[in-house]
């Protein structure tokens, strides 16, 4: 009978609980308003209901043990002698082996299935629409070529249409990130990475560097228009209003000057060289450096390496 209380006692422990546990699901990740956020959505809910296949029984035993062989149950039996129970053998190791082998077909089922670089392909083939992104001291840059357009903390693209992000760092290493979109990306000095996303519903979704990049990491943020294709042509006429360029030697270099809040900039006309041109900045002063290295190592008479001495 005490059993029987404590168990329907425990039962409404947790399902009061169960609210309070309910409440952290409210974030962006579990409000995706992407296909492949909503795939990573699910991707996190199954993991986690597989997980607890296994902690909630145990917590459960374990408070449940702790009760029934407290010193004060005098009915509780006491088997000194015990060493093997089949059943439990079976158990502790038959339902962990079954989980780790889901959880396995599950990694490389979404290993591919969600791979960032993945094109995306809607149900009326539209082709993505290339978006440039490059992190700076602390703010985002955003070029696109095919309108010849860039803008700062502000990007904006069509709702159901494909993005793909080309994403490089114009300073330290970052992570570019829309959590209502889906996956985030790190941002590299002369690396160029690529990302596919969609927005399947408009709306205004947050954006920000996910990566700690410094003093100025916290500001590090940016919205991301999800428009009608009406509305994203609109907003295109809007950039080109301004009376900003930018090229890599005229307007870049005051970007890369470190700012904390920097507001919304919008520059009618880039230059179509200022992706490549930021890329090979960095990957120019590596080959040099490099160069450099080889030198020193001659000078100081260190062995150099069979392709330099060539």
Not at 245 to 269: D, K, R
């Amino acid at each position: 009978m005490r059993e029987k209380k404590y168990v329907r006692t425990l039962g409404a422990l947790l399902a009061a609980a169960l609210p309070l546990l309910l409440s952290g699901c409210s974030s962006a990740l579990m409000d995706p308003k992407g296909q492949v956020g909503e795939e990573q959505r699910v991707l996190i809910i199954t993991a986690f209901v597989l997980m607890l296949i296994v902690v909630i029984p145990v917590i459960v035993m374990t408070l449940l043990f702790a009760y029934r062989y407290r010193e004060g149950n005098k009915e509780a039996s006491y088997k000194p002698n015990w060493a093997h129970s089949t059943a439990i053998e079976v158990v502790v190791w038959l339902i962990p082996c079954l989980i780790i082998l889901v959880l396995a077909i599950l990694t490389w089922v979404t290993s591919h299935s969600l791979d960032p670089m993945k094109p995306i392909t809607p149900d009326d083939n539209q082709d993505a629409i290339e978006i440039q992104a490059v992190s700076l001291d602390w703010k985002w840059l955003f070029i696109y070529p095919e309108q010849g357009i860039a803008t700062v903390n502000e990007v904006a693209f069509p709702v159901d249409k494909p993005i793909h992000f080309s994403i490089t760092s114009g300073s330290v290493m970052n992570s570019f990130w829309i959590p209502t979109l889906g996956s985030q990306i790190y941002a590299m000095a002369g690396m160029d990475s690529g990302l596919y996303l969609i927005a399947n519903e408009k709306g205004t979704f947050a954006g920000r560097s996910s990566n700690y990049s410094g003093a100025g990491f916290s500001e590090m943020t940016f919205n991301a228009l999800s428009v009608s294709p009406q509305n994203f042509d609109d907003w295109v006429s809007k950039v080109r209003a301004s009376d900003k360029s930018l090229s890599f030697t005229s307007g870049y270099q005051e970007l890369e000057e470190p700012t904390v809040s920097a507001p919304v900039q919008y520059f009618s006309e880039v230059s179509p060289e200022l992706y490549g041109n930021i890329l090979d900045s960095f990957r120019k002063a590596k080959e040099s450096s490099g160069e450099h290295g080889e030198n020193s190592n001659a000078e100081h008479g260190e062995p150099m390496n069979a392709e330099a001495a060539e």
